[in-house]
C-alpha cells in the first residue's frame, strides 16, 4: 500500500451540460513509476491529469494520493494542500496557461517562492535546470515571445524546480522538432531514474515505449480498454485502429495497392 500514489476506483466525472468525460476509470500509479496515458481527442486523458492533479474532482467513485482522497475538502486543508502541491507538479498541455510573468527567469521562480522554498535552493535548482534544458539564453525574454518548443522547455522547468515527487504532463512533445522531443524525452527519462514518478498523455506512439513503464489506453467511451506494457500495445494494431491511434494508409505501386498503418504523429487539443 504504502508504493502505492494514485489509486483511482471506479470514477466518473462529467462536465456541465452532463458532457461525460470518465467513465468508469480504474488505475493504481505506483512510486517511481513510468506511466503513459494515449487515446483519440476527447477519450478522457486531459481530464484524467486534471483528476490526478486536484484540479477537478470525481463525480462518482475515489481518487486516493498516498492514501488520502482527492476532494474538495482535503484542498480546504491548507497542510494538505501545501504538500500537495510540492509533491506533485503537472505541466499543462497549451504552455500558455502557465506562463503569466514578465520574463522566463521570473515564470520559473514564481511556483517555489509562493511555496516558500528558500531563496538560495531556488537559485540553485535554477541554474541545474536552465544549462540541462539549455534556456539560459532565454532568462531575460518575455515567455510569450518564445517559440512553442522554448515555451515547453519554460514551462517544464517551472515544474520542475519546485523537485516535485510526481511530474504529470499533458502531451509535453506536441508540436515539437525531433530534437527538442528527444531532449525533452531524455529528460523525463532521467527524472525517472531519479525516483520520480512520471505519467505523460500522448498521442505520440513514437516516444512511448521511451516514457512508460505502464501504458493505459483511453477509448471512444471515455474509459480504459486496455492496459499493458508499452511493446504489447504498440504491437496490437487492431487495438491502436480501433481507438483511432493509427490509420491505414493506401498507395498504388504499378498494378499493386500496398496499404501500410501510420501512427498519428500531429497533435491537436484534447480537452476532454
Not at 484524467?48 to 482522497?69: P, S, T, W, Y
Not at 491548507?78 to 504552455?95: I, M, T
Not at 522547468?157 to 524525452?185: N, S, Y
Amino acid at each position: 500500500m504504502d508504493n502505492i500514489i494514485f489509486e483511482l476506483s471506479n470514477v466518473y466525472f462529467s462536465y456541465p451540460a452532463k458532457i461525460p468525460a470518465l467513465n468508469g476509470i480504474d488505475v493504481k500509479i505506483n512510486k517511481g513509476q513510468k506511466v503513459a496515458v494515449i487515446g483519440a481527442n476527447g477519450s478522457g486523458k486531459s481530464t484524467f491529469l486534471q483528476m490526478l492533479n486536484g484540479l477537478i474532482f470525481a463525480d462518482k467513485g475515489k481518487v486516493n494520493f498516498c492514501g488520502r482522497q482527492l476532494d474538495e475538502k482535503a484542498f480546504n486543508d491548507g497542510k494538505f494542500s501545501l504538500d500537495f502541491r510540492r509533491r506533485v507538479g503537472f505541466v499543462f498541455q497549451n504552455p500558455d496557461a502557465q506562463l503569466f510573468c514578465p520574463t522566463v527567469e521570473e515564470d520559473i521562480v514564481f511556483g517555489p517562492l509562493q511555496l516558500g522554498l528558500d531563496k538560495n535552493q531556488i537559485q540553485k535548482r535554477l541554474e541545474e535546470l536552465i544549462t540541462a534544458l539549455n534556456i539560459k539564453h532565454l532568462l531575460d525574454r518575455s515567455p510569450h515571445r518564445l517559440s512553442i518548443g522554448e515555451k515547453r522547455k519554460v514551462a517544464i522547468a517551472a515544474v520542475l524546480i519546485i523537485d516535485p515527487q510526481v511530474l504529470i504532463l499533458d502531451e509535453p512533445t506536441a508540436g515539437l522538432d525531433p530534437l527538442t522531443t528527444r531532449q525533452i524525452i531524455d529528460f523525463l527519462i532521467e527524472a525517472n531514474s531519479n525516483g520520480k514518478t512520471i505519467i505523460t498523455a500522448t498521442h505520440d506512439l513514437h516516444i512511448v515505449e521511451d516514457i512508460s513503464d505502464m501504458v493505459y489506453v483511453f477509448g471512444r467511451e471515455k474509459k480504459i480498454v486496455k492496459s499493458g506494457l508499452a511493446k504489447d500495445i504498440l504491437n496490437d494494431l487492431p487495438l491502436l485502429q480501433e481507438n483511432n491511434l493509427v490509420h491505414i494508409h493506401r498507395h498504388k505501386h504499378e498494378d499493386t495497392v500496398h496499404i501500410h498503418p501510420h501512427l498519428h504523429l500531429d497533435h491537436h487539443g484534447d480537452n476532454h
